[in-house]
């Protein structure tokens, strides 16, 4: 993600991943996952995460909470927190659900337009 190098990034992801963001619904496949992603991502320069915290838990599932820092192309900077839930099974993303309020980057993102 952080490369945004949808080749990079969907490596990790099995070919029936599950994504949900919130109450939207849910995305299945990898190809469908990597179009929704490079559908926001190609529209800023770059997009890190800092890990806050981290869960481990039994059955291939880590919680996370993380700090989204989208860097636009004018160089304006958002940070939004986010939280995650994914679930890994041969060292693949089966499931991911991300719960992230993405309003203060469209806004950035529709000035920047403007």
Not at 1 to 12: C, G, I, K, L, T
Not at 21 to 41: H, M, T, W, Y
Not at 61 to 75: A, H, I, K, M, P
């Amino acid at each position: 993600m952080e490369a945004n190098d949808p080749a990079r990034f969907s490596a990790y992801y099995a070919d029936d991943m599950t994504l949900t963001f919130g109450n939207s619904p849910q995305i299945v496949g990898r190809e469908d996952i990597v179009a929704a992603f490079s559908s926001k991502l190609d529209h800023v320069e770059s997009l890190g995460h800092e890990l806050v915290e981290v869960w481990e838990e039994d059955g291939g599932v880590v919680f996370f909470e993380s700090l989204g820092r989208w860097t636009l192309r004018n160089g304006e900077i958002v940070e939004i927190k986010a939280a995650s839930k994914i679930t890994i099974v041969d060292g693949k993303f089966v499931d991911q659900r991300i719960y992230v309020d993405n309003a203060p980057v469209d806004a950035a993102l529709e000035r920047e337009r403007a």
